[in-house]
């Protein structure tokens, strides 16, 4: 069955770099179709998404962030990276991964996602 | 960037009740448009999928209508296992977009 898990610092100072990991299992992002993206959702607030790796290694961002987020993937790990770069207060969040395909084009698959609060 | 709305914001309904959120789209995007349930502290759970496609596993009260820029879900008989909040989203464009949500709770 398809799981995905984040991993990464619950804390993180004002200016730092975050690091967010996500491990999944059940599908390989070696098959042609599949996709995992990352979004994030602030305490009371709607989510928001951040960026897409694909099968293929196509990468897509969000167009506010792009200039501070990186994704990559390890396929021989099962993992996807994301970096967000000079982290702020408003960064705060829980941060998903989650799988799309070229099926559906849609997220069927989440993580259960990760709390990461910026304060010094 | 396609911008996603959704109406209303928030209702309040009872067990029994027929539910309709309505969600639009800033362009035209298809039927690229997928809902999703959130309960408090847990991920979002896929609803429906291009539209009007039921998801494995989704109740058949559940379904979803609509093409271009206007969209609806609408729940039938509403149970006690459905109050939370629901997010539109578009598959159409990259980058990806929700809704701001609209909560559902118990009258």
């Known amino acids: 069955q398809v799981t995905l898990k984040e991993s990464g610092p619950a804390l993180v100072n004002p200016t730092q770099t975050l690091t967010l990991t996500c491990t999944f299992s059940?599908?390989?992002?070696?098959?042609?179709?599949?996709?995992v993206s990352w979004i994030r959702q602030p305490p009371g607030k709607a989510l928001e998404w951040l960026a897409r790796?694909?099968?293929?290694?196509?990468?897509f961002y969000s167009t506010s962030l792009k200039t501070r987020l990186t994704i990559s993937k390890d396929t021989s790990k099962n993992q996807v990276v994301l970096t967000l770069a000079n982290m702020d207060p408003l960064d705060t969040a829980t941060y998903y991964c989650?799988?799309?395909?070229?099926?559906?084009?849609?997220?069927?698959?989440w993580g259960q996602g990760t709390m990461v609060t910026v304060s010094s | 960037d396609v911008q996603m709305t959704q109406s209303p914001s928030s209702l309040s309904a009872s067990v029994g009740d027929r539910v309709t959120i309505t969600c639009r789209a800033s362009q035209t995007i298809n039927t690229y448009l997928n809902w999703y349930q959130q309960k408090p502290g847990k991920a979002p759970k896929l609803l429906i999928y291009a539209a009007s496609s039921l998801q494995s596993g989704v109740p058949s009260r559940f379904s979803g209508r609509g093409s271009g820029t206007d969209f609806t879900l609408t729940i039938n008989s509403l149970q006690p296992e459905d109050f939370a909040t629901y997010y539109c989203q578009q598959s159409f464009i990259t980058p990806r977009s929700f809704g701001p949500g609209t909560k559902v709770d118990i009258k």
């Open positions: 790796i694909d099968w293929d290694d196509d990468k």
């Open positions: 989650a799988r799309s395909t070229t099926t559906r084009y849609a997220f069927d698959f």
């Open positions: 059940g599908f390989s992002l070696n098959t042609s179709g599949m996709r």
